[in-house]
């Protein structure tokens, strides 16, 4: 096998104009523009996108992956954030 | 602060928790090693399918017989590596890498569908394949877009669009050739003569020899047994058939309408076996090409390295 094995990139497309742009997978190349030309060849054959992003993975810092992790607590107890934890009578207009 | 170690045993009760309630497992969840390598197993499987297939009807891009077929069979066999790239993609986020398994596929220690060390004869095959091969292909992965990985489940949900295209073009390649001449139609006869049993084999062995299909069951690998995916592939095919004019060789094929299904004949898992163990038509042929691809383009590879190392310096980051 070559040593000569591209980084790994991840992919972010915005879909059309207004939105953000999402991850969609990723892929390898040599460097930034090979990556965006591969992006393009690879995930919108189909005009899926108008925009891309690419990213070295190794560049991506990430949170733990488990959604019950305390790093996410936090925003667990503050309910208060939400509109819903305030009573408002029903016959108050446009609230 | 409460303790943020759950521990082996709160780990694989999480991970059993997400499966029952049906979400979806993320690439930096634990997971039991079964089920990464499971799931590895048959990502890589998939990838390297349709990597190799790619070449069955590569074959006859130069020999199409109008340009309208050659940009169709272009797009769909582009669509085909499209398709590998994603599935590799989703594999590298369970720990392999692309290099490990591009080895593993060279030098057959990974396998890839049987259906494609089948010869591809004439250019009927393309449409058959179309809508028999892709076909069962749908069958199988349409489910794979609820499967319990996040990342399988998204490729497959992008691929499974792609892949409507794939059988629609082959069908209504094949519906072309039957309005032609008999010459024609006995092309579209033949190759479905060739590809009915090896795509009803695409399934997998039946239930009853396939051991693996309860644990990947439960682990929301699978979503449904071979057995039951093979008579959903034959009740939809029978009667497009019927509308294409060809016939099924299967002279067991009948309605059966206490069962609500097709009965059709036994398959022959001696020929099967025969092909998964690489002695198909084409197993040598289609491996020799691919690692001759690969090397073909290790130069191109080193040269991009080189290329993006020198750029890095001239722009004073290196």
């Known amino acids: 096998m070559s040593r000569a094995d591209w980084p790994l990139w991840e992919v972010f497309l915005r879909g059309k104009r207004g939105l953000n742009h999402v991850h969609v997978g990723s892929l390898h190349a040599a460097d930034a523009q090979m990556a965006l030309h591969h992006a393009r060849d690879l995930y919108t054959r189909r005009n899926e996108g108008v925009s891309i992003w690419v990213v070295r993975s190794s ?37 | 602060m409460t303790t943020t170690d759950p521990g082996p045993a709160g780990l694989a009760a999480h991970f059993d928790d997400t499966i029952a309630s049906d979400r979806r497992i993320e690439p930096r969840d634990w997971m039991p090693d079964g089920y990464r390598a499971s799931m590895i197993r048959q990502i890589a499987q998939h990838a390297h399918s349709e990597i190799i297939g790619m070449q069955p009807e590569g074959n006859w891009i130069t020999r199409a017989p109008s340009l309208r077929r050659k940009a169709i069979l272009l797009a769909k066999v582009q669509d085909e590596a499209g398709h590998g790239m994603y599935l590799y993609s989703a594999a590298e986020t369970l720990g ?32 058959v394949i179309g809508w028999l091969v892709d076909g069962a292909a749908i069958c199988n992965q349409v489910p794979l877009c609820r499967s319990s990985y ?169």
């Open chain 2, 150 to 318: 996040g990342p399988y489940a998204r490729a497959m949900i992008r691929i499974c669009k792609e892949e409507s295209f794939h059988q629609r073009q082959g069908y209504e390649l094949l519906m072309t050739m039957m309005r032609g001449s008999a010459a024609q139609r006995e092309m579209v006869q033949d190759a479905t003569n060739r590809f009915w049993w090896p795509s009803l084999m695409m399934f997998g062995p039946p239930d009853a020899a396939s051991p693996n299909t309860a644990q990947s069951m439960t682990w929301g690998i699978k979503r449904h047994t071979n057995d039951e995916l093979r008579q959903r592939f034959v009740d939809m095919t029978v009667p497009q058939a019927d509308k294409l004019g060809v016939t099924l060789p299967d002279p067991r094929l009948r309605w059966n309408g206490a069962r609500g299904h097709y009965d059709f004949g036994p398959i022959d898992w001696d020929e099967f076996a025969a092909v998964v163990r690489g002695d198909g038509a084409c197993n040598a042929q289609r491996l020799a090409r691919r690692r001759q691809a690969h090397e073909d383009g290790a130069w191109v590879r080193e040269a991009a390295v080189a290329h993006a190392a020198k750029a890095a310096t001239r722009a004073g980051v290196a």
């Open chain 1, 59 to 95: 560049d991506i810092t990430a949170s733990s992956p488990d959604e019950k992790d305390p790093f996410f607590a936090p925003s667990g107890d503050k309910v208060y954030r939400h509109p819903t934890f305030y009573p408002i009578p029903d016959d108050v207009p446009h609230m």
């Open chain 2, 96 to 127: 392999t890498d692309r290099a490990e398994l591009t080895s593993k596929l060279v030098t057959a220690r990974q396998k890839y569908s049987s259906i494609f060390n089948y010869p591809t004869l004439s250019y009927a095959d393309v449409g």
